[in-house]
């Protein structure tokens, strides 16, 4: 009788890889959940500024896990310069890893 023939087990860095690809899409995703999340709750709430940390912490969470996150985020700065005059430099070096840019009025 011959042995059995198993394939070779997987290297755990291709595990890791992908388990480390699929929790940064999902930060990606909360992120964006929590940008859309902090317009109504910006709005529902305009003494305690609630809404105004919540899209900070999903701009990071967005910019820092995804690539289409940056690249939509670049896209919309490039769109509509002035809100780039709104945020806070070292939030554009966390995001974006660059300064703001001089504003173009």
Do not use: C
């Amino acid at each position: 009788m011959t042995d059995p023939v198993y394939a070779p087990p997987k290297p755990i860095h291709v595990l890791r890889n992908g388990v480390n690809v699929a929790v940064r899409q999902v930060l990606a995703v909360s992120g964006l959940g929590l940008i859309v999340l902090s317009i109504p709750i910006g709005i529902a709430t305009p003494i305690l500024p609630i809404g105004l940390p919540m899209a900070i912490v999903g701009v990071v969470l967005l910019g820092r896990n995804a690539v289409w996150g940056r690249r939509w985020m670049e896209s919309v700065l490039h769109r509509h310069p002035r809100v780039e005059r709104f945020a806070p430099n070292w939030l554009m070096r966390t995001v974006f890893g660059r300064d703001k840019r001089s504003s173009r009025d």
